[in-house]
Structures are given as structure tokens and as C-alpha cells.
T-cell receptor, first 114, second 114 residues
Framework: EAGVVQSPRYKIIEKKQPVAFWCNPI?????LYWYLQNLGQGPELLIR????????DSQLPKDRFSAERLKGVDSTLKIQPAELGDSAVYLC????????????FGPGTRLTVL | AQSVTQLGSHVSVSEGALVLLRCNYS??????LFWYVQYPNQGLQLLLK??????LVKGINGFEAEFKKSETSFHLTKPSAHMSDAAEYFC????????????FGKGITLSVRP
């Protein structure tokens, strides 16, 4: 069974440029998460989807970040414009949505903003 | 609000020695608890989880953890370290009966000396 797929794996952009990350969750998982992981830190939740509905986006900086999950499967996370402080790893995870369920993580996208 | 404390950022052990990685949680009620491992340039992988059944939980790769309510702890142990255990380890908490949001600790880097 395929795991969570993310692309690109690495992205280098200049500040003020836009960037987008894509995630394909495990088949059948209705809950999808985007996490931000800064160097030397644990992941922090940015947004959680149940099917196509964003049910928790309280930590998403809405002035520059946006996300969508059309048709309740793939998801895209966008930053526009990127700032130097956005350099981090962006992780996508999926699960069946219950609090005891395992969240399965993708390999992440490492973003470097110059 | 829930939180997780992982004291220290780096633990170094000799191959064959006991591995002990500490995790303490703060929560108004006993939560669900998770240990994840992250190898370089990879996503997080679940090692084990406590979901209010047995307090001693066995996971993959010979790891286990014990939930101690009186100490609000969920320390991770392995009797004999292997070189392949070198990685970053994250403890995470999820609130019982609520959504599936995970709150992660800062992580501990485990080094294994030959």
C-alpha cells in the first residue's frame, strides 16, 4: 500500500515569491493534516481537514497561507508571498480521523527561502 | 491546554546499552500518548501508542513505553541500543474524546556509539 506522497521534496525560492506544496494521502483516509516543522522542533499543526472541510485552521497564518482539499482527496498548501521565516519542513499526514488512530506522515517538503 | 515536555535535546548511548527517552505530559485528563521516530530526510513513523488500555505498551523495533498517571510520564525504553536506532524521537499527546489533533514535544536526538 502506498504511503502519503508529497511533492516537491525540496524547494528553494526567493522571498516574496509564491510556492505550493502538494499532498496525496493514503487511500481511504478522510482526515488530512498539514504540519510545519522548524529546525530542531516538533511538528506543529497548521490545518486539519475532514474530507474537504477545514475543521481546524486556527494555526494557519491566513494573511499569506492558504490550503485546499478539493474532492476530499489531494491537498495543496500555498504560501504567497514567502518570507525568510517560512524556511522549514512542511509535513502532510493522513488518518482515519479518530483520536486513537495512527497518523501516517509523508516525507515532507523542505522549503528554503532566500 | 495539553503540552509535552521532552527534557534535553540529545541523548548518546553505546551500542547494546539501555535507551531511555523521557516524556512528561500536561493534561487535565489522561490523554492518548504517542511516540514517533524520524530518520533523516524522512517523515515521522509511529513507534507505539497508549490509548487507555494496557499501561505498558510495546512497539516496533523492540521499543516499549509505560504510562504512569501518577508521574504524568510516558518514557520510551529499549533494553539494547542498535546503531540503526540513531534518529530523532518525538513524544505527542492527543486529547481523549476530542479531535485527533496531536501536540508534539520538541524531540530528542538519539546517537548510538559503536
Amino acid at each position: 500500500e502506498a504511503g502519503v506522497v508529497q511533492s516537491p521534496r525540496y524547494k528553494i525560492i526567493e522571498k516574496k515569491q509564491p510556492v505550493a506544496f502538494w499532498c496525496n494521502p493514503i487511500s481511504g483516509h478522510n482526515t488530512l493534516y498539514w504540519y510545519l516543522q522548524n529546525l530542531g522542533q516538533g511538528p506543529e499543526l497548521l490545518i486539519r481537514y475532514e474530507n474537504e472541510e477545514a475543521v481546524d485552521d486556527s494555526q494557519l497564518p491566513k494573511d499569506r497561507f492558504s490550503a485546499e482539499r478539493l474532492k476530499g482527496v489531494d491537498s495543496t498548501l500555498k504560501i504567497q508571498p514567502a518570507e525568510l521565516g517560512d524556511s522549514a519542513v512542511y509535513l502532510c499526514a493522513s488518518s482515519s480521523g479518530q483520536p486513537t488512530d495512527t497518523q501516517y506522515f509523508g516525507p515532507g517538503t523542505r522549503l528554503t527561502v532566500l | 491546554a495539553q503540552s509535552v515536555t521532552q527534557l534535553g535535546s540529545h541523548v548518546s548511548v553505546s551500542e547494546g546499552a539501555l535507551v531511555l527517552l523521557r516524556c512528561n505530559y500536561s493534561s487535565s485528563v489522561p490523554p492518548y500518548l504517542f511516540w514517533y521516530v524520524q530518520y533523516p530526510n524522512q517523515g515521522l513513523q509511529l513507534l507505539l501508542k497508549y490509548t487507555s488500555a494496557a499501561t505498558l505498551v510495546k512497539g516496533i523495533n523492540g521499543f516499549e513505553a509505560e504510562f504512569k498517571k501518577s508521574e504524568t510520564s510516558f518514557h520510551l525504553t529499549k533494553p539494547s541500543a542498535h546503531m540503526s536506532d540513531a534518529a530523532e524521537y518525538f513524544c505527542a499527546v492527543s486529547e481523549v474524546g476530542a479531535n485527533s489533533k496531536l501536540t508534539f514535544g520538541k524531540g530528542i536526538t538519539l546517537s548510538v556509539r559503536p
